[in-house]
């Protein structure tokens, strides 16, 4: 027979190429000069370096490992063990799992208190709803605008034909404080409507 390549050895042997490099490179068998396997002297070196009293692998060729008797088999990672627990984990798992577990427990826990503090706020009357002090702003702020823009429509009939500069001041402060009085009488009102009732 002929030199053959890597690939016609192999479909020869009933390996894999794969295999047929690795035995070329480890020197379980040899090549010619040109690169080509000689068949029967490469199935002597094959037989001779392999342990037939071993299964072989069907795909690499090599003899398969034989695992210790009287050993457990491993258990992949992250995999539970065939004898663990009930709960299917075990112990070393299971605080692997606690460990993980703890920080987004903690963030949960933090998250619950501040919204159950916000909670409490509100039903004591210390917050309000967002809207509801909007809507306040905005009467509070249009109030003030139109008790401000009324002051001259308001005064200037009655000082018009004052020259006493103290009395026109003093008619303007009172004017003054009784925007002042009346803004403040219907914050009290807003207040008192958008102020949530404790819980009975």
Known sequence: M???SIRAYARHRGVSHTAVRKALANGRITAGDDGLIDAQLADRQWASATDV????NSVAGAPKRRRAPHTAAEPLQGMPSPHAGANG???ANAARL???YAPSRGMREGYLARIAKLEYEQMAGKLIDADEAR???FVTARLVRENL???PSRLAPVIAGLTDRA???RLLEQEISTCLAELA??????KATTKPELPS
């Open 98 to 100: 606690a460990a993980s």
């Open 167 to 169: 009395e026109i001041q």
């Open 135 to 137: 809507a306040a702003m």
């Open 53 to 56: 009293t071993k299964p072989r």
């Open 185 to 190: 009488n219907t914050a009290r009102i807003l």
């Open 149 to 151: 823009l009324g002051i």
């Open 2 to 4: 002929s030199g053959l």
């Open 89 to 91: 984990a075990t112990d």
